[in-house]
Every structure is written in structure tokens, then in C-alpha cells.
């Protein structure tokens, strides 16, 4: 009975399922000239993320927030990194006790530079062993595969992604007791988007010019910088200080979902956009424009390596920020920022400016080149300053007295005051004082001859520098404690300065972004939980700079109809552009900005999503339409039913028939979804897609085109939008439009016409073709009249006398 209880036991033991370890988090994270990139890994379901290139500020903010939102164990790194990083991370690390003090530890492990360089890193990408890859890929199909998941034209993720697949090899995060040809199992590679902010990737900011960067038109600055060109940020940029423009590019490169932080941004540009508050604005754009570079001034602090231009701009930059403060206590207090900035700009400010007020003597020490301390701040500088000032006039009764000892071939000399030398008595060399014995004088040490004449030390100088000491270096070095000082108790309340960035930053953006709605007629956006698109009379908003008159169009999306726009119409009719106008008007939106439209709505946006027209394959060596596909392969595995895609002429770089049909595959796939489709926006020249019927008939599609009419020959476009489709591209008509010359554009519509016929398609010229057929029939019975059998026939001489040369005019 003990036995068989025994068994029992052992077998329910045996069933009890194993507990799974706790999935741990494993971060490799890079930041480089302001951008951030990371990449992680899951061990829970061994799955792989990613986090593209980011803009970054030097407060690591963002960073911060993805390392409380993941939690890693470990954070690996480069050994060489900035220093704002290093310090960073040294807050992360576990106190030498091992305790965390309540706050989030994690080991950090680093790695060589080397082991983070882009092409290793590339490499061990591309030669990875990915579980949810086909076995049976060739090289070159892994590495098409990969493109369309992983965004390669992101280096810093690269490099990133590069090191964390090292650091998984070399740790062997979960196989610890395999055998050394096991490799850790990575099951998938996902995007990591943070929360709140919307998804878009490099080629989205490109191809709807939201940042274009040209050469300087300046020879000096040519190789060495560069400018803004025609690009949305650079319309809306009118900051007028250096933190204010930081803000405005971050905000464009991490544009949020977040309604409150949307909201709290519109209020702002509202109130400035108010016609009663336009001398509000201008005062407050003129303190901004004194800001001056607050952490590069802090910095130099910390290294002691303060000059009298910090000095001035430390104190030109509180003096003004006080002045915002104030504004801002006199504004709305409901505007989170103006009531955030008033309490932040607080006393410590006004002690700072009343510190540096007090002590600095600006005009003395722009004359001296040094920092300067004013009367009545310091009683012993002020003493040795009034015995400095009555120098000349003592020193000149000393050097009469001198006088009276020496020889009376000297007519005249002086005393004089050498800082780190001290006083010394100096007159001009006699003519019979050639050599260096003859400078010495009873009574005097002679030091140096300058300028032809000769310094001595006598006794009365000598007690002079016992009395008097080295005036000057005492003053200085003085002031120099006094600086140190001061800069002590500068750096101790250097929190209200950092605020000053932040919140000088906004400020300064928001207004920008408040001029450029003003003067452009832009409307405040609202937001809606329901998940549509709806805007009126929408413009494009660089594109109405670029054309005499500019035609506005809608866009309505609903949560259950409408959610694909499938746009047709003749070439150069505007399809592109309104693709472009759609997507810049929303992305206004989540950047907080008011839009060009006279009414907009909009949902919940949690990406945009574009197909290029063109791009240059740079990192992989893939073709045009190679790259559309990794494209399209990224919106279809990242979009939810709350994203933005806008393609543009898919399909167009293969053959028509396998362009269509992918074309056709990946919009039923959205259809089938249903109210869970993204908004899609979709022109397209393949007039099969709708002639053909090839897609099914949904509540979910909606067919609009651009209007235009024939005057007679010539073509006219009113870019329009309207429900319909459009079946003629006008392909001919626009090539005329565009200057080609008429002979091709009549071949080109003779060879149209044809081909759509089913006709065959005959070469213009057929004299040569005749002749060039008549030679072909005189070889063939020429050489159909051999006699093969013959032992007397040279078949080689055949070939190279006759056959050879008619080869050559072939």
C-alpha cells in the first residue's frame, strides 16, 4: 500500500507542468548626433524588435521612456559613447552594495566600437538565422525578405540590431546548456513603435517633403552645411532661437497621438493666432530672440572655462526669461503652458539675474578681457583696485627720488608696474652702453632691456613689492574666487535654467507654427475618436506657393465605407499631389499644428504608410519596383485599421499583368478586413483593376477621379475631384503638353492602337528588313546546295568566307 501511494505521488508530480521562466528583456541601444535606435529581445517568445532612427535630444527623454516602458535586465552599448549618454547609464547601474536605492537598475554591457560598425553589423544581419524564415531561401531571396521587414536605409538601427545579435551569440540567452552549434531562436522580427507616438518611417518624411536638405548656396559653407529647402518644416519654422527650431524638428520627427498633448499645443497657437494678441506675440518674440545657448554656458561652468561672452549671454538669457515669466503670469492660466511656464519661471530665476546683476561688472570686463567684479561687492578688491588707481601718481614721486641717486647723465626715468614681475625702475639706454657689463650699476640689479631701455630692481622697489605685493594678480585671482563662486550658486539652482530650454522651446515652436497659420489662412483640426478622415476645401500646403491658383479637394473616410480611395485620371491631373495634400494635412494634425483646409476631423492616427514614385536603392542594390514591394510589405505587416496609406502608382516597374495582379491581391486582402482596414488612399493608371472588375464590390471602396474636358486638340485639366473612374490616361496629349516632339508621340499612338488590337506591331523602315531577308534566303540555298558527302568540300572555308561575314551585318 506504501508502495503503490508512492507511484501515485511520483506520477502526479510527473504531470504538473513546468514553470516557464520570466521573459526577460535583452536592449541594444545606440544614440548618435541626436539620433536614437534600438533594437531588443523578448525571451518569452523569442521574438526580436526593432526601433528605426529617432530624433534624440541630449536629455535622453525618449530613451527614458523606452527603458521603463521595456525594463531590460541588460543594456547593451557601444564603450564609446557620448558623454550625456555615459551618464545616463551610470544611473542605471546597481549601487556597489547591489541595492537599487528605488529606482530601476540593469546590467550594462559593452562592446567595441568595431563591433558596431554598419557593415559588420549589416552583415550579421543578412547572414542571421531567423526561425521564421523559409528554409529553402536562396542568398538573395533572404536578403529581399529581410529588406521588406527590416528598414535598412536606418544605419544607427543597424548598427543596433548588429550588436544585440552579438550579444545574444555570445550570452546564449536561453540555450546555455545546448550545444555550441545551436544558435538562440529568434521566431519573429517585429517594429517597435512607443506608445502615443504615430509610425513613420524615413521615406514617408521624404517623399512628402516634410524635410528636404539642399547644398548652401554659400561658397563658404558649402561642403561644410547646408539649408532647408521647400519642405514643410521649413515653412512652418519661424522660431527665433536655437531651442525653438530643436523643438519643431523633434515634434515633426515623432509626431503623437497623445489628444491631451495635441490639445495643450492648439490652445497655445489659438490664443497667439488672436488679433488682440498680436502685441503679446511681438514681445514675446523679441525676449525669445535673446535666448542664448543655456547648456554649452552650464558646461562651461562645470570646466571652470567661463568667458566674459557667456558671462553676457547667461545674463541677457535670464533677464529675458524672467520677462516670459512675467508675460505668461498676465496670459490665460488654462493653457497648460503659459501656466507651466509661469510657475517654473520662478524666484530662482529672478536670483540668478540679481546674482549676476550685482557682482559682474560687464564694462570692465569687456575692457579687460576677463571677468570683473563691481565696486562695493568685495571690500579687499575694492581697497588693492583704489591703491592700483593711486599708482601713477605715487609712483611718479618715487621715480623723482630714484632720480636724485643715479647718474646725472641720465636725464629722466620711471617706475613701473609689471603684473607677475612687480616694480621695477626703467630708463633709457646711454649711447656708451654698448655691452652687458656696462648695465651694471652700483646699487642696482639690472633684469632686462626692452625696447632700448633698462630695468633695474632697486632697494626701493624691492620695498615696494614687500608693501604693495603684485596688485594685479591678487585682484585677479580674487575675482576669480568670487567667479567660482558665483558659478557655484549658478550651478546650484541650474534646474530653473534647464526648464528655461525646455519651456522656451515650446513656446518658441508654437508661435512659429501660430505665424505660419496665420499668414496662411490654416484652421484649428479636431479630434474625434471615431475613426475617420474628414476634411474640407484641403490644400497642399507647399504646393499652393509653387501654382498661380490651387484647387482644394476633400477627403472622407468613414468606420465602415470609404476607407479605400482608389483615384484615376489622365496623367499630370493631380493625383499625386492630393496623395501627398492627404497625408501632410494629417500629419499637421498630429504634430499639433493648425492645417490648410477650411474644416478637418480627424480620427485616431497611429501611422503613414507611402509607397515612393521613385527611390534609389542604396544599401541593398534593388531594383525600383524591388523596393515598392519591401514598401508595401512594410504598411501590410505594420498598418492597423488605424493607419494612413497612400500608394502612388504601384505596380508600375514590372510587367503590367504581375503589377495588376499584386496590385489587386493586396487590396482584397484589405478589403477582407473590413472595418478594421487602414485609410488607404490609392491612385493608379491599370484602368483593369476597375474595367476588369477584378476587385468585389464593397462599401469599403470608393472610386473617385480628377475632372478635365478636350478643347478641341488640347487637353484641359481642372483638378477636381469627383466620384467616377477615369479610363484614358492621355498619355499622348500630356507628352505634347511636356514638349515631345510630335513624330514620336504619333509613332507612340500608332504602336497604342495596335497593341490593344491585338495587331502586329511592323518596323517603320523594311528596305533594310528585305534586304537583310534576301541575304538570309541566298545563304540558306547556298548552303542547302553542299554537297556534305563530297570529301572535296572545305565546310570551314564555308563557314568563315560566307556564313561569317553575312553574320556580321546581323
Known sequence: MNHLQTMTNVIIDDSQEEEEPPAEIYLSVLWKSGQLAAAFYNS?????????????????????????????????TSAKQDQHFSDFLQTLKPTPDGTADGRFTAEICLFS???????????????????MLPYNLTEAEKILHLSSIIPFDC????????????????????????????????????????????????????????????????????????????SLFGLLNRCQCKWGENRLRLWFMRPTRSQEELTSRLDVIEFFMAPHNQETTSNIQGCLRNIKNIPLILKRMTLCNTKVMDWQSLYKTVYNAVCLGEICRTLPQFVTLFSRLASAFSSDLHYIASLISKVVDFEESVREKRFCVKPQVDPTID????????????????????????????????????PLIGFLLSFQRLPQMQEKSHFEIEGLDFMFLSNNRLHYRSARTKELDKVLG?????????????????????????????????????????LAMAISARENGYVRPCYTSNNIINIKEGRHPLMVFCSGTFVPNPTETGEQEKRIKIVTGPNSCGKS?????????????????????????????????????????????????????NQMARAVNNATANSLILI???????????????????????IEQGSSCPHILLSTNFHSLIQLKILPESPIVHYQTFEWCLDGEELVFFYQLKHGVSEVSQAARVASIAGMPEEIIKRGVEVSELFRSGRAIRCLDDSDRKEKMDKCRKLVSSFLSLDLDDPQTDLQKYLSDTVLPLSRIF
Request: aromatic share 6%.
Open 44 to 76: 518569452g517568445d523569442c521574438s526580436v524588435h526593432f526601433m528605426p532612427d529617432t530624433a534624440e535630444t541630449e536629455q535622453l527623454c525618449l530613451l527614458s521612456r523606452v527603458i521603463a516602458d521595456l525594463q531590460p535586465r541588460c543594456i547593451v
Open 113 to 131: 566600437r568595431v563591433d558596431f560598425a554598419l557593415p559588420i553589423c549589416k552583415q550579421r544581419v543578412l547572414s542571421g538565422h531567423f526561425s
Open 155 to 230: 544605419p544607427l538601427m543597424v548598427c543596433a540590431l548588429g550588436g544585440l545579435l552579438k550579444f545574444l551569440d555570445r550570452r546564449r540567452i536561453g540555450i546555455e546548456l545546448e550545444d555550441s552549434s545551436v544558435g538562440v531562436p529568434i521566431l519573429t522580427i517585429k517594429k517597435y513603435v512607443m506608445t502615443d507616438i504615430v509610425d513613420m518611417d524615413q521615406d514617408t518624411f521624404s517623399v512628402l517633403h516634410i524635410f528636404k536638405s539642399e547644398a548652401h548656396p554659400s561658397v563658404y559653407k558649402m561642403c561644410s552645411g547646408g539649408k532647408e529647402g521647400l
Open 383 to 418: 581697497e588693492k583696485k583704489r591703491r592700483m588707481q593711486g599708482l601713477p601718481d605715487f609712483l611718479t614721486d618715487v621715480a623723482h627720488k630714484e632720480l636724485e641717486n643715479l647718474d646725472v647723465q641720465i636725464p629722466s626715468c620711471c617706475v613701473l608696474y609689471i
Open 470 to 510: 603684485d596688485l594685479h594678480c591678487e585682484i585677479r585671482d580674487h575675482e576669480t574666487m568670487i567667479m567660482h563662486q558665483l558659478q557655484t550658486l549658478i550651478l546650484e539652482r541650474s534646474s530653473v535654467l534647464h526648464d528655461v530650454t525646455e519651456y522656451v522651446g515650446q513656446l518658441d515652436a508654437l
Open 577 to 629: 499631389v492630393y496623395l501627398k495634400q492627404v497625408g501632410l494635412i494629417v500629419f499637421m494634425a498630429m504634430v499639433g499644428s493648425y492645417v490648410p483646409a477650411s474644416y478637418a476631423e480627424i480620427g485616431p492616427i497611429d501611422g503613414i504608410f507611402t509607397r515612393l514614385q521613385t527611390r534609389e536603392s542604396v544599401s541593398l542594390g534593388l531594383s525600383t519596383f524591388m523596393i515598392d514591394l
Open 648 to 670: 502612388d502608382e504601384f505596380g508600375k516597374g514590372t510587367n503590367t499583368v504581375d503589377g495588376l495582379s499584386l496590385l489587386a491581391a493586396i487590396l482584397r486582402h484589405w
